[in-house]
């Protein structure tokens, strides 16, 4: 963590003058006298201010016109926390947990406040000591990101990576990622590395480990019981089932959407019970079928992230349609209203775009339920123009799906008939 | 009805030469001996043959060229059903239905097959004659499309015919609507008629009137029960509660989504109860505060189509959003991840827009919860580039208010204050 974070101009040359830094200890006086720690501040906020969280928890800004006197009580280093390193027990299985960022990978440091990542497995056995117990946990850190800003790439690295422990001493794989986009990076590594023989598990957290109120721990643990108890794979994601701490669900990376800004349960499958439910001691499973399609794994890690995901609305332009299909996407898929349909003002661009060969698929924004596009005049029509209408496969996932497709063929009769393959438990019946 | 729908070439010729149309009941000799009913045909589908219902109930096509005989039975005309005029009850309620197309607003003609419009307060009554002992109901066609191709000037139209009936004998309005939009069309009439003084529902059908499974019946008496009895106003949507046939909800127009292609109970409140739940004979009421956060009546019939609803997904184009910005548009919805965040990616896009003048709103394709952009440092990033969060609007209604918005006013500051103002419970605590 930089020593200066957020400070720049006028408040960065106070700090430096005044030889403190970021998690220093300090009594300023401005109005009144305020003891407590120098906390970071943001991006983009003003150079007039630095910021204290008191003893009482709060934070302030302190105006540096008003500070008359400044006084250094302790500095950052000496209340840092020092690290105990841990035994391996080698009659436990071995997990490896692969670090991403998000919540889940991070703790609040209480003297500053600020967001830092957990980088060892020490610092992890630390914070959930229970995991010690189930499991020797390795733990790597691909790279650090909130999950909004995990592009395409970021899944083929995380799938290459996999790739090197398809066959190790692992009995499955933790995922530590942000939850904003847990079910899109699930879903490319479902199809990616579709026959992967041990199980993986993406886990999140919607608060941070170290809060009264994280969900982090249980969701850790409800994922490495899964991983160490259930003799199966496929990609999961596992997160809390519901507002309780009593049960963690375990979702298909496939069918599961982030349902919920805030909440604990904010994960669900769509359109049915979560495949595994770990409640407490006992593991019940709802699974009927084997995740993944082929029981071969042979990876294909792969992909063109020119696919435009289009929700359809009243209002949206034809014109606007057009700029993306002349715009080099090679595939759309369409997030349609109801059983898959949009509007008939879009249908000579649906044409046009059908003409250039861009792959034509069709979803529905009510998210559950299946598209049935023969029921109705305007869905006969758009098969007639040339949409594939895609099952009950969830928008996001359908996106994803066709990212990996296009990057695994050119062949248009081979891309609809992928598109159409249940791979990796994207579709049910 | 066209005589000859989806005929063309050969085969049109072939009906006109023999003098037939779609519905005449025929016997036709090709391979074996068929009777039944010429049964409209769907456009883009050949013109070498034609289409018989069968007395079993199965459809056949007969290729034009294998035909040796045909012989009319009996023709289209004489099996049409006689109306029966009604009487009204000066007792009762007065409620107008108006009709905007939609399968609730149609029938299968078990003759062709063809879905047709019921017109007429006879068909109605005859239809669902429960109604006539709740209400006399008074019907208008206003237009008859399917709702995906229901258009904002679709909405000024319902509005505009609506405003003629505010100070009127009807106890309230029911608006038939095709399903797949009811939800965007409900959010707009409740802007552009906040205060409006009788309660106006909008009733939808997932299967058409005359089928055994059809849900329209008991919609349309929930609709026409929850007008008489409940001395209320507000938009609201009624369909049924679950996939029994005992419950009906009645939404708020605002907090609504169509959430499954299929089910009878597609629609759902979102974060809450319905509104209100009409069981057997009983209503129970669950809505706390009044619908509309005005109680005086003034029309703002107008609106700006000119806004983009933009989700986000990884691998969103930045060049994508600088289209959009470069065209016309005067405000972008997002529907970000998790609490409202987009990635870096398209920051630079962002700050352009904002500078621009475009009106930029956050909501949450997780749908349900609130945006909240201050817990992590992305989210204050968009802050600070100009995006506003829009608290827990559903993406479908922030869209529409902001066309409304913007309809109704030029001045960013207004148009920022209206966005964040509840108008007609489109946000909740």
Redesign the interface.
Known sequence: MPEYTGYRGTSLEFLKSNNLVVGDSVKITSDLTYSGIIMPR???QDDKHIVLKLNSGYNIGLDLDQISKVEKLSSSEKIRNIEQKIKKNPSLPNILLLSTGGTIASKVDYRTGAVTPILTAEELNSSVPELSKMANIDTEVLFSE???????D??LQIANKLVEFADSKYSGIIIAHG???MH??SSFLSFALAGYPIPVVLVGSQRSSDRASSDAALNLIGATRFLVECKTNGVYVVMHHDESDETISCHYGTRVR??????RS?FETIGDNPAYLIIDDKIQKNAKDDYFKTSEFTPKINLD?R???V?????Y?A??LE??ID?DYRAIIF???????????LYDNVKKAHEKGIFLGMT?????????MTV???G??LL?LGIVPLENMIP?VA??KA?WVLGNSDNPEEIKKIMLENISSEMSK
């Open positions: 943001y991006e983009h909130y999950s909004e800003n995990i592009m395409p970021h899944w939850t904003d986009t899109y990076t982030k349902n919920h800004t805030s909440k904010a992230a696919v435009a995901l929700k359809y609305y009243p209002g332009r014109d606007l700029k993306i715009m997030e349609g209203t109801g059983l898959g349909h949009i509007g008939k003002i529905s924004q009510c998210i559950d339920g299946r598209v049935g109705y005049e305007s006969r029509d007639n996001e996106l994803v990212m």
